[in-house]
């Protein structure tokens, strides 16, 4: 092998290594953002809407559709918690903005952080379930057998897909094995599914 | 080898897969070579599809396979055959291409129906959650005539005594071996039941393989699927997704029952419910014996599969046989029934599962069991360790 | 040739193990890697023996369960990361340069580095079983939060492991590309490349993109485990699922990854013992690439189950019955390759012909598990085991023999024991279909994967299932005694080998000489 010809290797070589590295950043950077993008868009993992405005929506409540809300709660793994919904289900018309509660209680003796995630079936109708107050939009944390109501403030988009009539919420109270609220950090606000 | 002989060795050989597959349990466990047909509307579907799929495989598998062993015959050196020249032709090249692509769409089409159909789960008669756990089912009745109706539906007994290391037990001798649970789920005919499926810890799969579908159970997910059972009867499935040690031995059984024996179950099991609930929360002294025969019934289906029958442990799961912690204070002991380990992430906590006369029972049991003498613990106990 | 440079750096081999640490030489490290590849295939298929010990009878009587998973697990990681991959870069090695006209690899140095950092990281990998907790046993697709949360502490060990195997296979990949892309000899252009080196050059841009991507996928793995973030963990914002989405998103190209070199093989072989041009070359060339691109968009087809829009299993059920399209050119061109040919059987050719139709019988059940409403019936059960196993074993496996009973002549100089070699082709071809051809009927009747018991139902199918195994297991061991046979000595080879040879690696003296085309030969 001639030297031109091993210059030539090199710089191929060191071309198909950048796109090696940028491949390690796309799955680590670029493939969560992506995912998390689609998932907001389609709803793809359940997630619901954020909004801070209600009003938006509530401008033109559906007064013609009924749609039944039904709501469910869920303990992950080894979270010593207590979690229920005190209305398992309401019927509301689209548009129209309706307060339900849930009531958690910590069992242990001991202080503990929890997040609750939740879950919008059938998930096409993720993206026109709009939330203004919820419990899962931070991190919540329970004293030694302390008890909370929380209550969970909605409104279901109008343009909510014809079809559906039934919705079911869904939360899963997880233990964050943390010792401290994490409070409106950077990452709080973003890595907090809403 | 005379041709009397080879004609013998092939009788025996036809004659012995021809006992060996009628002489064992054929049953109606599982149908013998093909996908069952199953028993719901989209099972049946499933089947149409696959058999449609496996005829198309089969006849362009003999076209191809049937051209490919006449030109092995035909044109091989042996006899003469002389190499052609052609290496490209575009018209059968199209050819070949175009005509899979219309048979992939003609597939594409009820393909498309039928899984439009499975999931669309809208309009259910009821709800039920199925909630896994490392490795048993919870299933909730969301609404209904059993609304409120929570069990754990776990492998029985019999099963989970054969299934132990060489437990010397002849598993073909269990009924429904690694089939069969404590508490099955019970639909009524005839109805939409639409499940919410999630998990509690890792994730599994909802599987009965009559009904014609399965669905992952993700923790964090609640994943929508439903049936509709025509008729009543028992159907056996299985976990579906790999879940840890003992991802073979969470099955999975559905019991359909008419309408009215349904609601007769429903009342039952409500009144039942009741009664345990109001055992659990009195503040009754249990005597020895009740908790440990208790206990016992509960550390079968809770503990044994990882600290064993034996209670001497295996693998990365520590024995209570004379462990420190069954045989010291009690309150180190419930503390980690309840709590879970904050050290060992496989042992799990039982404070939600179970209610306090369970824990006192199974916490009794551990302490009372295999040589440990470490007295007795009483659901008040348990209740003020909370 | 090699003579005329002999007072250069170039000279024969030399000597000593040591030759071996250093080589820099593209037919000794491909060498290496195929003893390497064949002392995993081993190991992994030992375990797969632990396996069918197992499931031979109802009941359990030989490991426990969390044991049983860390077989599966480590004979899927050993046998795709350890064997199949490996040896496909070895025959890579061997073969590239020879093809296109080149005196070795384009970085040779990197090419030993590539081939060593392979034991070190499987020794690390078999090591975790030995380790307090015991090994892997999330399977080797490891979800999340299995492989994280409730996974055992040997998994950062595991996680190093495959971070080194995606460096060598980084490493290796750029190194095949530089050599097919600026080492041919003068008059070699693209489209006159031997299939062989064609489907390695979109392989190796397969393997470019995605094991970096697996790479990452440990990597968050690790730091979700050990560092506090949470990409897969729903407590602290993350997603299990998403988990999936990566892991597949290597692990559907990764398959093709698998098989594409041995379409190359394949492609070589059938023309030689039909005495034939290859049927359809620049179809073949466009469905390869066209493979290859379809396996980025179709990576959900594995995840039916977990719950998706309708919207989404739809594109990834039509996505997935595509690749149907240019996967049957392939086969059909092969099958247009033989007609009017004048074919003789040599072992290369059966081993071959078995690829073909076992391979399409695999192709078969992939089309099968592809329509998403039948899937959620076959998913997760042993009708996949059976699929991925014809596809793999007699496909991607079998590809690989063909190859060394067709390339050993040109490599020892001496021709294999043909009675040696009919008996290894026989006992395989019968035992691994009686093996995996009633895994399928187990699926269909309702056994799920990855389960170490199973009602008495399924006794019948998996005793025999066990039986197939451990045949086949054996009869590769048949494998081993031709071929250091092969080595030792035996007829002498001719230059051409084959009477239909075509192709550079043919005009080489047989054994192929140290060193080759120093002086880059002109093809017409």
Known sequence: MNEDQQQKNKRLAGKLSLSAVAMVVFAIVALPALYNLICNITGLDGRTGRIEKEQALATRPDKTRVIKIEFDANVNGDLPWEFKALTRRIEVHPGEVATVSYYAKNLSNRTIVGQAVPYVTPIKVAKYFNKTECFCFSQQKFGPGEDKEMPLRFIVDPDLPKDVNTITLSYTFFDTKQSGVEEDSAKAENATPQ | ?386 | MSTAHAEHEHHGAPSGLLRWVFTTNHKDIGTLYLWFAFAMLLVGGSFAMVIRLELLQPGMQWVDPNFFNSMTTMHGLIMVFGAIMPAFVGLANWLVPMMIGAPDMALPRMNNWSFWILPFAGTMLLSTMFMEGGGPNFGWTFYAPLSTTYAPASTDFFIFAVHMLGFSSIMGSINIIATIMNMRAPGMTLMKMPLFVWTWLITAFLLIAVMPVLAGAVTMMLTDRNFGTSFFDAAGGGDPVLFQHVFWFFGHPEVYIMILPAFGIVSQIIPTFARKRLFGYSSMVYATASIAFLSFIVWAHHMFTVGMPVAGELFFLYATVLIAVPTGVKVFNWVATMWQGSMTFELPMKWALAFVILFTIGGFSGLMLGIAPVDFQYHDTYFVVAHFHYVLVTGALFSIIAAVYYWLPKWTGHMYSESLGNWHFWTSIVFVNITFFPQHFLGLAGMPRRIPDYNAAFADFNFMSSIGAFGFGLAQLLFLALVIKCIKGGEKATDQVWEGAEGLEWEIPSPAPYHTFAEAPEVK
């Not at chain 2, 919870?138 to 539906?153: I, L, N, P, R, T």
């Not at chain 2, 059972?229 to 997704?241: I, L, P, Q, S």
Request: proline share 3%; glycine share 6%.
């Open chain 2, 1 to 386: 080898m005379s041709v009397r002989k080879l004609k013998q060795a092939v009788i025996a050989l036809f004659s012995s897969v021809l006992v060996m597959t009628s002489s064992h349990a054929w049953a109606a466990e599982i149908s013998s070579l093909n996908l069952r047909k199953g028993v719901t509307e989209v099972s049946r579907n499933a089947y149409d599809l696959h058999m449609i799929v496996l005829w198309i495989c089969v006849v362009i598998g003999v076209v191809v396979f049937g051209a490919m062993i006449y030109s092995m015959f035909a044109h091989r050196k042996s006899k003469g055959a002389v190499a052609a020249s052609f290496h490209e032709s575009h018209k059968v090249e199209v050819l070949w291409t175009v005509i899979p692509f219309i048979i992939l769409i003609a597939l594409a089409i009820p393909a498309t129906k039928n899984l439009l159909l499975i999931e669309d789960a809208s309009n259910p008669d009821m709800t039920i959650k199925v909630t896994s756990y490392q490795w048993k089912w919870q299933y909730e009745y969301m609404d209904g005539d059993a609304e409120g109706v929570k069990f754990f539906s776990s492998l029985d007994k019999a099963s989970n005594d054969a299934r132990a290391m060489n437990s010397g037990i002849d598993v073909t001798k269990v009924a429904h071996y690694l089939n069969n649970v404590d508490n099955e789920l019970v639909i009524p005919t005839g109805k939409k039941v639409r499940f919410l499926i999630t998990s509690n810890d890792v994730i599994h799969s909802w599987w009965v393989p009559d009904f014609g579908f399965k669905k992952d159970a993700i923790p964090g997910y609640i994943n929508e699927a439903w049936t509709l059972v025509e008729d009543a009867g028992t159907y056996r499935g299985k976990c579906a997704e790999l879940c840890g040690k003992d991802h073979g031995f969470m099955p999975i059984v559905v019991v359909a029952k008419e309408e009215g024996d349904y609601k007769k179950w429903a009342a039952a099991k409500k009144a039942e419910a009741d009664a345990a609930a109001a055992a659990a929360s009195s503040d009754k002294t249990w005597s020895k014996a009740e908790l440990m025969a208790k206990g016992a019934a509960v550390y079968g289906t809770s503990c044994a599969a990882c600290h064993q029958a034996n209670g001497e442990g295996t693998g990365p799961f520590p024995p209570l046989k004379g462990s420190a912690l069954a045989t010291g204070p009690a309150a180190g002991h419930i503390d980690i029934v309840v709590n879970g380990s904050k050290t060992n992430p496989l042992m799990a906590a039982y404070g939600a599962q179970l209610n306090d006369l369970d824990l006192a029972a199974v916490i009794t049991y551990e302490r009372n069991s295999w040589g440990n003498d470490a007295g007795i613990v009483q659901p008040k106990d348990v209740k003020a360790a909370r």
